[in-house]
């Protein structure tokens, strides 16, 4: 007798491109998926013919190929596909006629490029921190940037509230109040906590560029990418790890923490 191939439930809707892996573990920890009518742990397996459903409809694979979608975000919008939760969410605002779900994010307060799909698998390799891929940002604060400012962004931020220093980065001056930074890491609010940090307040920020792909489309707008650009995104992923990779324990490590702290607002400084 062959031997029956169990596959876990997030990696299954991940594949028929329901949702992302980690949308899929959101949503099996809030009880919205069932295994043939029962409601299942976190990480069971599921067999070939075994029924999922999520909020009581039947998942099947019934796509026929992969959409891959650039998006300008607007202000406002936030990137999330509960649209029961959020009213001003990415999936309504689009519309697309197919399911869909945003590649990572952007706050609320940001806009700019983002990337959507329903191929659950290209997630991870474009996210996971340790692979590496650029995202650049053009971003606005609200006073005079400094070359200290400069080097100090570029230089790497411990933030507290994350208990993480910032990967070194690239930033570059582009006018009194605008700079230019290009991250490999997407750690939440990670901008403006850096910059918030040093006691400058972010008035914008826009991401201009995902790897490979940059926008050249209307705010509001999206469009699918184009043959030559998914297959230069495909290799540059091609060698991008999907599987989780432990963060190192940075409570006793405090060798990457800044010296210089004479530029921490008020509010950062330890009492």
Same mark, same amino acid.
Request: charged share 25%; net charge positive.
């Given at each position: 007798m062959a031997e029956v191939t169990l596959k876990r439930i997030n990696k299954f809707l991940s594949e028929?491109?329901?949702?992302?892996?980690?949308?899929?573990?959101?949503l099996?920890?809030?009880?919205?998926? $069932?295994? /043939?009518?029962?409601?299942?742990?976190?990480?069971t397996k599921i067999a070939p013919n075994d029924i999922v459903a999520v909020d009581g409809e039947a998942?099947?694979? $019934?796509? /026929?190929?992969?959409v891959y979608l650039a998006f300008n975000k607007p202000v406002g919008i936030v990137c999330t596909t509960d649209t029961s939760v959020e009213k001003d969410n990415i999936i309504d605002f689009i519309n697309y006629p197919k399911r869909i779900f945003p590649i990572g994010r952007l706050d609320k307060p940001s806009e700019g490029l983002i990337l959507l799909t329903d191929d659950g698998d290209i997630v991870n390799k474009i996210l996971r921190a340790s692979n590496n891929h650029e995202k650049e940002y053009i971003v606005t604060v609200d006073k005079p940037i400094s070359q200290t400012f400069i080097e100090r962004m570029a230089g790497g931020i411990y933030l507290e509230e994350l208990k993480q220093t910032t990967r070194r980065c690239k930033v570059t001056k582009l006018g009194t109040y605008k700079f230019k930074i290009i991250l490999t890491q997407g750690l939440n609010r990670q901008i403006r906590r850096m910059c918030s940090y040093l006691n400058y307040e972010v008035q914008t920020l826009k991401r201009v560029r995902i790897m490979n792909i940059k926008l050249d489309i209307p705010v509001g707008k999206y469009r699918e990418l184009t043959h030559e650009e998914f297959k230069e995104l495909s290799t540059l992923i091609s060698g991008s790890t999907k599987v989780f990779k432990p963060k190192p324990d940075r409570r006793r490590d405090t060798s990457e923490r800044p010296q210089n702290t004479d530029n921490r607002s008020p509010k950062h400084r330890k009492r």
């Open positions: 028929v491109g329901y949702c992302s892996r980690r949308e899929a573990d959101k099996i920890d809030a009880g919205r998926v $069932t295994i /043939n009518g029962v409601v299942p742990e976190m990480g998942i099947t694979n $019934t796509k /026929n190929a992969f």
